[in-house]
Each structure stands twice: as structure tokens, then as C-alpha cells.
T-cell receptor, first 117, second 113 residues
Framework: GAVVSQHPSWVICKSGTSVKIECRSLDFQATTMFWYRQFPKQSLMLMATSNEGSKATYEQGVEKDKFLINHASLTLSTLTVTSAHPEDSSFYICSAREAGDWTDTQYFGPGTRLTVL | KNQVEQSPQSLIILEGKNCTLQCNYTVSPFSNLRWYKQDTGRGPVSLTI?????NTKSNGRYTATLDADTKQSSLHITASQLSDSASYIC????????????FGTGTRLKVLA
């Protein structure tokens, strides 16, 4: 149980284009989803927290207009990297908290490798 | 400042040997501490979770300890296998009302045949 999937697993795009990454909770409803970015040999850095049906909360230094997050349902959150540039190349990981879970357990997805040429 | 520090940064051991990874934290208030294993190019996978009152938690060949007084934790891996090669991340969660994880920088473990 508690499986989180991401799609695509990897994507290569040209500079200036937009890329959408999907995060799905497969066997549970997720009221809260988190988006992380991870650079090589570094740990995960929280980008934003999204609650179903409301606007995402972005961490300091993360451009909300560049990283658009939508959490329209209890099983799906999307991250859109708009006008991507090479410096946006990174490993993006989402996680989800189960609705009604009194603990703070996050279930992580397998990640999406983004390469911007 | 809430921080989680891990040591060593990297470690190389021979297959079959044991090893211990360290985690020191300054997070307050404290809710729980987790150890995750992250294979290269994959998302983190939970190994153990410990609350304030727990001192030891085992998951197969993985044994985590927690000393809430000194704010230290360790992850002991017994009889290492090649598949243990990965990054091990210590994650601390704050008190009620915050669901953010505070991540350590990780220890990269390489197990050699």
C-alpha cells in the first residue's frame, strides 16, 4: 500500500519550453503533496507544499510563477516547470500524505529526472 | 536553527562487513526521526521511524538507535550486501502543526565485492 507514482520518469526538453510532471497516489487519497528538488550528491530540498483544492505554499526562494503546482484532486498533483532553462535540470521528487493520517508520514515517488538542453 | 547533520559523508566497505552511520540533529521541538534509503535515481524508501520514547528499532539487517537526550541517532547495517549501496538519509520531523521534514545531507555507502 501507499504507493506514489511519478510521470514521466525522465524528460529532456529544449530551453524555453514548459514541462509538466505528474505525481499520483495510487492506492490512497492524499490531502497534502510535497514537491522536492534534488541536485547531484545533495539532499532533497523542499520546493512547495500543496493541499488539495487550495493554492500551493512555496518555500523561500522558489519562484511560484516558474514552478506551477496544481493539486486538483486527492490523487493527483502536477508540477509545471515553465520556460525551462538548463539550471532547472534536476531530479524532482514528490511525496504525499494520506488523508486522515494523524502521523506526518510522507510517501515518496520514484522521482523525475529533468534535463534541459 | 533546525539542522540535521550526518557522518560520514561517504563510506566504502566490503561485502559482509558491518557499518554504522551517524546522525546528529538540533531540531526542536522533536516529533520523530526517520532513516531512508535512496538508490541512485530513485525516490527515498523508508527504513525506520522512531519517536521520542523509542531507543532502538530494527528492520531486517538495519537497526536504528535514538538518544533523544543527546539528539543523536545511528543506523547500523549488518552483514552488508552489494544492494546496500545507496545514500542513507536521516530525516527529522518537528512538533505538531508542522509536517515538514528536515533532511540530513546523507551518507553515500558503497559496498564492494
Amino acid at each position: 500500500g501507499a504507493v506514489v507514482s511519478q510521470h514521466p520518469s525522465w524528460v529532456i526538453c529544449k530551453s524555453g519550453t514548459s514541462v509538466k510532471i505528474e505525481c499520483r497516489s495510487l492506492d490512497f487519497q492524499a490531502t497534502t503533496m510535497f514537491w522536492y528538488r534534488q541536485f547531484p550528491k545533495q539532499s532533497l530540498m523542499l520546493m512547495a507544499t500543496s493541499n488539495e483544492g487550495s493554492k500551493a505554499t512555496y518555500e523561500q526562494g522558489v519562484e511560484k510563477d516558474k514552478f506551477l503546482i496544481n493539486h486538483a484532486s486527492l490523487t493527483l498533483s502536477t508540477l509545471t516547470v515553465t520556460s525551462a532553462h538548463p539550471e532547472d535540470s534536476s531530479f524532482y521528487i514528490c511525496s504525499a500524505r494520506e488523508a486522515g493520517d494523524w502521523t506526518d508520514t510522507q510517501y515518496f515517488g520514484p522521482g523525475t529526472r529533468l534535463t534541459v538542453l | 536553527k533546525n539542522q540535521v547533520e550526518q557522518s560520514p559523508q561517504s563510506l566504502i566497505i566490503l561485502e559482509g562487513k558491518n557499518c554504522t552511520l551517524q546522525c546528529n540533529y538540533t531540531v526542536s521541538p522533536f516529533s520523530n526521526l526517520r532513516w531512508y534509503k535512496q538508490d541512485t535515481g530513485r525516490g527515498p524508501v523508508s527504513l525506520t521511524i522512531m519517536t521520542f520514547s523509542e531507543n532502538t528499532k530494527s528492520n531486517g539487517r538495519y537497526t536504528a538507535t535514538l538518544d533523544a537526550d543527546t539528539k543523536q541517532s545511528s543506523l547500523h547495517i549488518t552483514a552488508s550486501q552489494l544492494s546496500d549501496s545507496a545514500s542513507y538519509i536521516c530525516v527529522v520531523s518537528g512538533g505538531p502543526g508542522t509536517y515538514k521534514y528536515i533532511f540530513g545531507t546523507g551518507t553515500r555507502l558503497k559496498v564492494l565485492a
